[in-house]
């Protein structure tokens, strides 16, 4: 009997530290990625404008101002978007989402990655009636790491580098800031113009 109960009270016991033991073990947690994106409502970006010679870039500071500011949330294919006010010459609106280390469109398209800067992020192909290339877009990260220097400060930066081919072919930059989100931004233009529009961050406000 005293045997059994010897038996009994280490069985007890056992039970009872296994028990400790895995209400105290640490739940397995999601990795938290760095936020490049800082899509909350509220938050605003505001820039100036530059035009830059494309063939020496040179540059000229010019009078115009961007307000770029995230209005609200909606479920889009039960997913969560912000809807962003950032008017980029093909659009006012973009409706943008963290997924992991990836920033995603509505469509579903990735405009940025802060870890992959291997694989083409999006890439698009149009063709004309005679299943010719027409337009051929790509958006691929570039830089990592890289300083930028704008009016709101230095900051460091990756870059999403998008190429748009219509006959000749055209480069866009956008550059990321950790906590703070886009500081340079290339607008679109034309294919046959000799310059193009860059924002530059002036100031901003994030929570």
Not at 44 to 55: K, M, P, R, V
Not at 79 to 92: E, I, L, M
Not at 128 to 155: C, E, L, Q
């Amino acid at each position: 009997m005293k045997i059994k109960s010897i038996f009994l009270s280490m069985m007890g016991l056992t039970a009872i530290l296994c028990a400790c033991s895995k209400e105290n073990a640490p739940s397995p947690q999601s990795p938290v990625e760095p936020n490049y994106s800082q899509l909350k409502v509220g938050n605003y970006w505001i820039y100036q404008q530059y035009e830059i010679q494309d063939s020496d870039n040179s540059e000229v500071l010019l009078t115009t101002y961007d307000s770029c500011y995230v209005v609200k949330d909606t479920l889009i294919r039960s997913n969560r978007y912000f809807k962003v006010y950032r008017p980029d010459g093909f659009s006012d609106y973009v409706y943008l989402r963290d997924s992991l280390d990836y920033i995603v469109n509505e469509k579903g398209y990735r405009n940025f990655s802060s870890k992959d800067f291997t694989n083409n992020l999006f890439t698009n192909v149009s063709y004309d009636s005679n299943n010719d290339t027409m337009i051929y877009i790509w958006v691929k990260m570039v830089d990592r790491d890289f300083t930028t220097v704008v009016p709101a400060g230095s900051f460091t930066t990756l870059c999403a580098k998008r190429g748009i081919k219509i006959g000749k072919e055209k480069y866009m930059t956008t550059r990321y800031a950790k906590n703070v989100g886009i500081v340079t931004e290339t607008l679109l233009t034309y294919a046959s113009a000799e310059t193009h529009t860059e924002r530059r961050l002036l100031r901003y406000h994030v929570q």
